[in-house]
T-cell receptor, first 118, second 111 residues
Framework: GAVVSQHPSWVICKSGTSVKIECRSL??????MFWYRQFPKQSLMLMAT?????????EQGVEKDKFLINHASLTLSTLTVTSAHPEDSSFYIC??????????????FGDGTRLSIL | RKEVEQDPGPFNVPEGATVAFNCTYS??????FFWYRQDCRKEPKLLMS???SGNEDGRFTAQLNRASQYISLLIRDSKLSDSATYLC????????????FGTGTRLQVTL
């Protein structure tokens, strides 16, 4: 089945550090990738939609200057949490949809990045 | 009102039991529906898509009622390995097809 790789899986760093998370589709091309955040005991919340070759679309309340998204190729999207603070500590998950096929086909998720800011 | 609502549970059932989860969604224009499974501290994994005609995959049966904006998942002959959180997921309209997740229903299957 389709595989989405996310790296790193776990990050612990000091407040003020910027952290980059990578999301790769390993066996398919993805024109669209999605970035989610999940706080403990809460549902996944969409942060932004990453489109290959164009600017990301951010959900209401998500600061685009804080969460920088780059989707430079059909297999890679990156999320950079700039100047991270403890309240940014969360589980960040990406998903990707194969560019081939109907736009409503299921998305495939990366295995997530657990970010802890001290 | 939340876009996708689920009973958070937990549902504690013995092995071999049949258990059903329900989900309601508020956007009548929603197009696609899925059940995902999420284990603790892991990413969601697609369990099955949900079709208006109802669909079955082994011990799992999903139903969709568009008129009532209601989705269900039935698990028969529960296994210990079925213990997880089950997420009801709905896509919005439009080409981006964003997923909207319910908060999930936690299932614990016991001996």
């Amino acid at each position: 089945g389709a595989v989405v790789s996310q790296h790193p899986s776990w990050v612990i760093c000091k407040s003020g550090t910027s952290v980059k998370i990578e999301c790769r589709s390993l066996d398919f091309q993805a024109t669209t990738m999605f970035w989610y955040r999940q706080f403990p005991k809460q549902s996944l919340m969409l942060m932004a939609t990453s489109n290959e070759g164009s600017k990301a679309t951010y959900e209401q309340g998500v600061e685009k200057d804080k969460f920088l998204i780059n989707h430079a190729s059909l297999t890679l999207s990156t999320l950079t949490v700039t100047s991270a603070h403890p309240e940014d500590s969360s589980f960040y998950i990406c998903s990707a949809r194969n560019k081939v096929g109907h736009s409503n086909q299921p998305q495939h998720f990366g295995d997530g990045t657990r970010l802890s800011i001290l | 009102r939340k876009e996708v609502e689920q009973d958070p549970g937990p549902f504690n059932v013995p092995e071999g039991a049949t258990v059903a989860f329900n989900c309601t969604y508020s956007n009548s224009a929603s197009q696609s529906f899925f059940w995902y499974r999420q284990d603790c501290r892991k990413e969601p994994k697609l369990l099955m898509s949900v079709y208006s005609s109802g669909n079955e995959d082994g011990r799992f049966t999903a139903q969709l009622n568009r008129a009532s904006q209601y989705i269900s998942l039935l698990i028969r002959d529960s296994k210990l390995s079925d213990s997880a959180t089950y997420l009801c997921v709905v896509t919005s309209t439009g080409t981006a097809s964003k997923l909207t997740f319910g908060t999930g229903t936690r299932l614990q299957v016991t001996l």
